[in-house]
């Protein structure tokens, strides 16, 4: 099993910047995380969770959802077992607790493939 933990959360000003990081322990290695797409999920109070970004194994495709293109910017480091989110321009609406999964597309779109979340982290936003 992998475990995931997220930090880089924070109060910011809209039109400021955060970065996000995830550290996953556990089977980390070619077959655990290093094997996997990975993805930046995020739910803000009385909504579900959505997916934000991807990545794949091997760091060379990437994916966002439409209101953070341009703005965002997923990356992972196999060596160190992390992948990191950084944000910019940030406004309200990203207001979210931010989680990252091992992710999976399907004819649904990405979704995440463990059925466990880490304890995520808040990005609040400020106008």
């Known amino acids: 099993q992998v475990q995931l933990v997220e930090s880089g959360g924070g109060l910011v000003q809209a039109g400021g910047s955060l970065r996000l990081s995830c550290t996953a322990s556990?089977?980390?290695?070619?077959?655990?995380?290093?094997?996997?797409?990975m993805g930046w999920f995020r739910q803000a109070p009385g909504k579900e969770r959505e997916i934000v970004a991807t990545?794949?194994?091997?760091?060379?495709?990437?994916d966002y959802e439409d209101s953070v293109k341009g703005r965002f910017t997923i990356s992972r480091d196999n060596t160190k077992s992390t992948v990191d989110l950084h944000m910019n321009n940030l406004q309200p609406e990203d207001t979210a607790v931010y989680y990252c999964n091992a992710a999976i597309e399907s004819l649904a779109g990405w979704k995440n493939l463990y059925d466990y979340w880490g304890q995520g982290t808040q990005v609040t936003v400020s106008s």
């Open positions: 556990g089977r980390t290695g070619n077959h655990g995380f290093a094997m996997h797409a």
């Open positions: 990545i794949s194994w091997d760091g060379t495709k990437t």
